[in-house]
C-alpha cells in the first residue's frame, strides 16, 4: 500500500499545513530520523544508554490506535508529534531509564510506523524498536533542548 501524507491525514484526522505535498510515498527506513525537536533512533544503535527495565510488564505498553498517539506537544503547545501505525502492529510506553535523559518512549512495530507533524509532514519506521527521544543542539559551551 502506498502511504501519503494525505492517507495518513485521512486515517488520523490530523493536518498538515498546506505547503506540504500530500500525494507523494513517505519513505519508510530502518535508520535514526530527525523531525524537529524529536530524533527517532533504533534501539540497538543506543542500547548502552537506553534499557527498558524488566518490570516493563504487558499493561505499561499501549496500543497505537488508529488515530496515532501524542508523543510530544510543541513548546509553544501547538503542533504535536503523532505516532500513527495500522491497528494491531505497534506498541509503546514511556517506562524506559535513559542515561542521557533525553529519551519520551519506546516503540515496537511489526509494520511500518509514521511519526507525523503538522509543519514536518510525515517520515516512516521500519518494522523494529526505537526510541524516542528529544534532540538537543549545542550553543557554546551548554547543550539546550531543540524547541520546535
Known sequence: MKVTLATLEEQTGLTALDHLERSVRIP????PQAQGDLIVIPLAM???SVRIPPAAVAWEWIDVPVEGVDLLRGEAGGNT???VAEPYTCRWTRRLHDSDRLAIGVFETTAPAYLLHPEHGATGCAPGTYVIRRQREQEGPRARLVAD
Request: hydrophobic share 60%; charged share 10%; aromatic share 0%.
Open 28 to 31: 519508510v527506513v530502518d535508520g
Open 81 to 83: 508529534h503523532t505516532l
Open 46 to 48: 543506543i542500547a548502552a
